[in-house]
């Protein structure tokens, strides 16, 4: 992976303006919208399992966030992955609060049972419940708490890799270094700043991210790692400009907007380990 | 109709304090709120098809936003639009991606045979799919893609005639101008500002702001285009203040609120055609 | 109490991080989590009947806020409110629009009779409602409307104790002046700024700021006058900074997040009567 390589892919981005289909949960519908508008793509929001196929076969990647999930939302998810599978477009899983009850431990895995996601992007707690190693994340925004923290950096990697190794994917593992891995391959990205523990959605947001860079890339790894490190990038350069989390909240989307490949070139801190 | 005329109905809106209920999309409902308080009336959210008629029967104007359409919203959709009608307040109507799913297209059918709507807001893509003339729009932000942009000045004014003559409606076709239509009238708008491309939900606000409008007027001509230059005006105070998507967002809800008659009187472009 | 009693909750909030499981409506979903987060608890959205209990387990506080109410929202809550009872965890009312419909209605009266709640938070018409004098309500945000603003302080004041005495909770009427009554205990907060009439879902905030702060406290009167004492203040210092509702909002995270003993000792204005 050149360095020039991922540095493309926000201009591909920004160039093509993939639509992307995204399933989410109430929360963060209206602020993963404005992230991935704010990268350049075009977000859509369909959940009803009557017109998600029709929906996903317009689109050029689609997110399932299983933060609120509900009955209905499971079978518009279930179709919208396969859907997604057969038209050949990347679909991105965020697992939020697997692990936490039931209902989404098996909702993600009857997802991971019919879908083939080419990313999933969670925090330590609920990717480490993903590699079977049983945690009990703690609220939405876990990052901020639990086993997130609490996992050392080489637990942190070590899950990743299990994740990539044992569905065949992409997974990325974010927190205060963010992890990715795919089978055989690992990177680690130091951008980001404490203020996205302070906001609701931030991981979900990454999620979206991801998506919309997957959308226009050859190498889910790359574009992986690329999404994240342009997303830590804009929240450090939000941050300068924030009093708190709600200033920064709006910042984020304004750093996101306007971020250049000179300030992605000169503030990534992306490591190919 | 004269200019004074519709500078009186901010005014109205603010000494009314009109009740506005919304059924709309998970993406918006705050904002879409927001954007209502800030210009002076009041929004109320409810869409169990057990609650809307009675809501309904204590509201000024109904908006329905098909933004995120499931079976429980269609069926509170035609309930509440159907008392709406029965209660002779004005009801008004934004597509969200009519056209681009079977479902999205049939809800729109039955909800414009079974409710009379006072305005019709939409894109030039949705707008012209209404018209007969099938355009696939390209996500729920389409004012910034796709036949939005492509449309020509000429075709958008058609568009919205076509549409107003077909449904005995007022139809806004907003974008970088924005045509309003009605029975043997046309007008248009030349106020906005290109942010509100890159943030989700401002066709879905400009949709709320119309109905706090219509709700105190007389003439829902006169009140959409009104309607639709002060938010306009309030788009452009709030980015000589943005930094972005983001704090324009924010501003947006500041310029709107604090929007002066002498600030309309000054910026609003609205020509009679 | 004494003052530095409930100057301690908040320091106790930042230090125990509770889990605050939410169970809200569309509109508010965002902002209470993050309102949450800002004062240093940890939010939690889960709403599926098939999932809620176990949520409930893990969580120290449960919020019921009815303000989008559909078939399926009011099993998950009488599930949630049922199993936070038998857990002992502290459980939250805020009873939007009370009395505007049926369905409302029911629900409340449902809810009142099935859970046991530590605190009821709402406007004077909805609290009014609970205390048996009907008056309808104006929209979602009627603290800025209505029988609201209407209410004398006397007739506030009595409503929120009819209330604690007829449900045997502490109730609190927010508005202008806030009232929190508990059988046998009266007192006033007079923090807060008129913007929080211009943004939609603030009383909801303070909702969720109460079953934050209770999460952590021994006597439900104190911290749920702690908790409206601290958003006001945060109130009135995100209002110094703000040019309107929506740069408001923004700073109002920003205040409750950085949110001093010293600003608190010093500005809360928390009479016991």
């Known amino acids: 992976m050149e360095l020039e390589e991922w540095l493309l892919v926000l201009e591909k981005v920004r160039r093509e303006r993939p639509l992307i289909h995204h399933i989410t949960n109430t929360v963060v519908a209206n602020i993963t919208a404005n992230i991935t508008l704010a990268f ?24 399932l966030n299983i933060g609120t999930p509900s009955a209905p939302s499971r079978e518009g998810m279930l179709c919208a992955g396969r859907a997604a599978n057969k038209c050949g477009i990347p679909v991105v899983l965020d697992p939020v609060g697997v692990g936490a009850t039931r209902f989404r431990t098996e909702l993600v895995t009857e997802l991971l049972a019919e879908v083939q996601f080419a990313v999933i992007r969670a925090n330590a707690s609920e990717m480490g419940y993903l590699a079977g190693r049983a945690v009990r994340p703690k609220g939405v925004d876990s990052e901020a708490s639990g086993f997130g923290q609490a996992a050392s950096e080489e637990q942190r990697s070590e899950i990743a890799r299990a994740v990539a190794r044992r569905f065949g994917t992409v997974a990325a593992v974010t927190g205060q270094r963010d992890f990715i891995a795919a089978p055989g391959r690992l990177a680690r990205v130091d951008n ?31 574009s992986t790692a690329a999404a994240l490190a342009a997303y830590g990038v804009a929240a450090e350069l939000a941050a300068e400009r924030a009093g708190g989390p709600g200033t920064f909240q709006a910042h984020l989307f304004d750093a996101a907007y306007s971020l250049t490949a000179d300030q992605l070139r000169e503030r990534a801190r992306l490591t190919l380990l």
Chains 1, 2, 3 share one sequence.
């Open 40 to 63: 350049g793509a075009a977000p859509v929001m369909a959940k009803a399992p009557e017109e998600v196929a029709e929906m996903v076969a317009q689109a050029r990647a689609l997110v």
């Open 192 to 222: 980001g700043n404490e203020l996205l523990t302070a906001v609701t959605g931030t991981g979900c947001m990454a999620t979206a991210v991801i998506a919309a860079f997957t959308a226009v890339a050859r190498d889910a790894f790359v």
